[in-house]
């Protein structure tokens, strides 16, 4: 028999999310759920909001549960990035790791791994063998447990450590998943027997969740789920439970439904400290697609614009995108004594600019536009694309951002801290693109054009050429600096005083965009971001420096 599960509130899909996970489901194409092979799940029918399962799929329940919920434990741990250098203090860091790993991820291989006692100079050539070889070992475990070859004490162990990491960290309904046998006997079996067995029986109430289906007596759920969803005894009103004296049972909840949220914590990721999951109530194959995304995208540093920005270059109809983007919210979880839930929307306004391809085009040319702070270990890269798309969701458009990046571009070079891996002509897409946002979501700019913004890049560029050509190409990083801090602060005047100097001196007419817009602070910084990109961009032989 199949049961039809059908989209509701956010913690409930993420329930569908983690089933979907926990049925071997890669990918949604049309009807069908699709494995890692790319073979279908049999059993599995995927409707738009709506999933049907075969409740005979929910044999070994138990088993698959822990063995999911221990790989999430793994993911996270990323133990698929041990790295064993070979000086002596790599050669440390990799023996820390490798001894904390076998300790709290896989203690049944106590005895069975040998690390050295010590690391030193002496030893590094012999130290550097029993490490790699120690990291090859949990590299194996790892591969066993995605094969479904690991012991079923240590996949119990890996479990339980990702199930106390947040939802079942206490409570006494927590006890439910502390041991496959009671999740067996508790969830399992009444999932695998048919529901007519039960309706003849004590079932007279319909499940509050569903309300398909007739609810199980007294279903309690962990107590970081209830208080997260607001199912407790505080929150949820109980007034027509107790006439039916159930109000200290627990829920009327179904066995399918309470399978759906116990398996929330596999339908989210772990970020930091914080739970992320994202909501998209357009369809299954939609919510499911973007949950995938986020968990590819989860290693980079800012995880859920990396995931907006994926998701906004989506090869896409601008309608079906602007309905997706209208239907998608990421949820933010921290768990604990006093569980907070965030929320993250886009507007209808920002969702139309995100949908309209000729803006898309643009947000395109920076997909590999990035800049590295520090050095050695601490070095981190940080995506263009990726930070605009995290200031426009936020509602930050301002101009610090682009002015941080042409100081970042004009220092580079002297500054062993910042990689920039960017060119001018990319700072000038990117004004571009925040010009487009002023304009759609804030009315702002009608007195400049994007055509006018052009001219300006040229503008500049064209100054560059005659200063290159003139020998005062030494003078072009001194004038930048110089109009960017009057941009920085406003100062239009200071601006077109420095302007009007340097085109006096070499008898150049100023461009006509910098007068024009002299008295609009925001047109005057986006005229003026654009003429010193184009400034700095170094025109090539048979077209423009474009990265």
């Known amino acids: 028999m199949a049961e039809r599960i059908y989209l509701q509130e956010w913690f409930y899909n993420a329930g569908i999310v983690g089933l979907l996970r926990l049925l071997g489901g890669e990918t949604v194409k049309g009807e069908r759920l699709l494995n890692k092979e790319g073979l279908p799940v049999e059993g599995v029918k995927i409707g738009e909001n709506y999933v049907e399962v075969e409740r005979q799929l929910f044999k070994d329940f138990a088993k698959k549960y822990y063995t999911e919920a221990a790989k999430r434990e793994v993911e996270f741990r990323s133990v698929n990035s041990l790295k064993v250098g070979e000086s002596e203090e790599s050669l440390k860091r990799a023996k820390d790791t490798v001894n904390r790993l076998l300790k709290e991820l896989f203690p049944h291989l106590k005895g069975e791994v040998e690390l050295p006692k010590r690391v030193s100079k002496k030893n590094l050539g012999e130290a550097s063998r029993y490490i790699r070889k120690a990291a090859e070992r949990v590299e194996e475990e790892k591969e066993k447990l995605l094969r479904g070859e690991l012991p079923l004490e240590a996949v119990e162990h890996l479990a339980k450590r990702w199930l106390k990491r947040g939802f079942f960290s206490s409570g006494g309904s927590n006890k439910l998943y502390e041991s496959l046998k009671n999740l067996q006997e ?25 309300q398909e289906r007739f609810a199980k007596e007294g279903v309690n759920l962990s107590k970081a789920i209830s208080d997260l969803v607001g199912f407790n005894k505080d929150n949820l009103n109980l007034l027509h439970l107790k006439r039916r004296k159930l109000a200290n049972k627990g829920l009327p909840i179904c066995e399918i439904c309470q399978a759906v949220i116990s398996l929330i914590p596999l339908g989210v990721v772990r970020f930091g400290n914080s739970f992320l999951f994202v909501n998209n109530t ?37 309608s079906a995108k602007l309905i997706s983007l209208l239907g998608t919210s990421v949820v933010e979880m921290e768990l604990g004594a006093l569980p907070k839930v965030k929320g993250l929307n886009i507007s209808y306004e920002l969702a139309e600019l995100l949908s309209d391809p000729s803006f898309t085009e643009n947000l395109r040319k920076l997909t590999k536009a990035y800049y590295r702070l520090g050095s050695g270990n601490k070095k981190k890269s940080f995506n263009l694309l990726v930070e605009f798309l995290e ?21 580079a ?52 050429r005659v200063l ?21 602060v406003g100062d239009s005047h200071r601006f077109m005083d420095i302007i009007l100097r340097v085109y006096a001196g070499f008898s150049l007419k100023v461009p006509k965009g910098l007068v024009k817009n002299l008295e609009d602070r925001e047109a005057f910084k986006s005229a003026g971001y654009s003429f010193i990109a184009g400034l700095l961009n170094e025109k090539r032989e048979g077209g423009d420096n474009e990265d």
Not at 469 to 482: D, T
Request: with cysteine; charged share 25%; hydrophobic share 40%.
């Open 391 to 411: 200031n426009l969701i936020q509602g930050r458009r301002n101009y610090s951002y682009l002015y941080k990046l042409f100081r970042f571009l004009l220092t």
């Open 413 to 464: 070079d002297r500054n062993r801290e910042i990689n920039v891996a960017f060119s001018p002509l990319q700072l000038h897409t990117l004004n571009l693109a925040l010009f487009r946002a002023k304009a759609n979501l804030e009315g702002r700019m009608n007195r400049v054009s994007e055509n006018e913004l052009w001219s300006l890049f040229y503008g500049g560029q064209e100054l560059r």
């Open 468 to 488: 290159t050509s003139r020998g005062a190409e030494n003078r072009v990083n001194s004038l930048a600096f110089k109009l960017l801090n009057a941009l920085k």
């Open 282 to 318: 357009t369809s299954v194959q939609e919510l499911f697609s973007d949950n995938q995304r986020l968990r590819r995208v989860l290693s980079s540093s800012s995880p859920l614009f990396t995931f907006f920005a994926e998701k906004v270059l989506a090869k896409e109809e601008e």
């Open 186 to 210: 508790k969830v399992e079996v009444p999932l695998i027997t048919p529901p007519e067995v039960f309706t003849v029986k004590k079932r007279k109430l319909p499940c509050l969740l569903c």
